[in-house]
């Protein structure tokens, strides 16, 4: 895909999107983000893995996705560890508090949050250069789940990015 007169443009935002997610504001000012600029034969393993997974599980949107992530020029991968902050009188999580929360292993509210806001701030990025782009839950699980990312990330999407006359990303089938 490097030969693509726009790729290092497209390249130049995707570090630019990292940057905006590790800057954005965070819970108690704890960064537990990790970003990815997956590009090449990666990209595609990703791609296969969520196919694999679309076809076995019968998830239709995988395998969609799947698609639209080989046609990607690369895709942007956002993810966090789930922690808890120690936010005294919190209990977002569900849980009375952090404590509690880790013993029962779940995920913090606000680790959920900031990946949210993380995830928003880059795809601004994005559109404000006018680069076509989706947010993945699809792209992140097969990340997640095979092995591409720390296993210490434990919740992620992906963001592929493509320049063409028409969005890749839209009037998609499943």
Same mark, same amino acid.
């Given at each position: ?21 590790? *800057?954005?504001? =965070?819970? @108690? +000012? !704890? ?6 600029? #997956? %590009?090449?034969? /990666? $990209? ?35 993810? *966090?560890?789930? =922690?808890? @902050? +120690? !936010? ?6 569900? #849980? %009375?508090?952090? /404590? $509690? ?74």
């Amino acid at each position: 895909m490097t030969e693509f007169p726009y790729y290092s443009a497209v390249r130049n935002v995707a570090e630019l999107m990292c940057c905006s997610a590790i *800057t954005a504001p =965070k819970g @108690r +000012g !704890v960064n537990l983000l990790y970003t990815k600029i #997956f %590009e090449g034969e /990666e $990209k595609n393993k990703v791609a296969e893995l969520m196919e694999e997974i679309g076809k076995s599980k019968g998830i239709k949107f995988f395998v969609r996705d799947a698609k639209n992530v080989r046609e990607a020029l690369l895709v942007v991968f956002i993810g *966090t560890e789930v =922690k808890p @902050r +120690g !936010v005294p009188f919190c209990g977002f999580c569900g #849980f %009375e508090d952090c /404590e $509690k929360s880790a013993a029962a292993g779940a995920y913090c509210a606000y680790a959920v949050g900031d990946l949210g806001i993380a995830i928003g701030s880059a795809v601004k990025i994005a559109s404000s250069n006018s680069i076509d782009n989706r947010i993945m839950f699809s792209f992140g699980k097969a990340a997640i789940v095979g092995g591409f990312v720390p296993e210490k990330v434990k919740l992620g999407y992906g963001i592929p990015l493509s320049v063409t006359g028409k969005n890749i990303f839209f009037d998609r089938k499943a």
